[in-house]
């Protein structure tokens, strides 16, 4: 029996980059003996980590402005969470 787990397929997808923004990139990727890829699928991953943490976040506000979300003082979550002085 074979029990071997297959990995999510990897998707290809393309860009149009700005000349200097590719010069760039070239000079990284020669420097570092890195290629392009790596480096973009670097700046997708991480610049998707902070799109995603600064739209759930600004979702978040939109709600306590609202009233719609709960809001917590420090001393109700020290207590809340048994860090009570």
Known sequence: MNTRIQADPIV????????????????LAARTGRTKAYYLRELVQRGLEDLEDYYLASATMERVRKGEERVYTLDEA??????ED
């Not at 290809?12 to 000079?27: F, G, M, W, Y």
């Not at 020290?78 to 860090?83: D, H, I, Q, V």
């Open 12 to 27: 290809a997808t393309s860009i149009r980059l700005d000349p200097a923004i590719e010069k760039r990139l070239d000079r």
């Open 78 to 83: 020290e207590r809340a969470l048994g860090l």
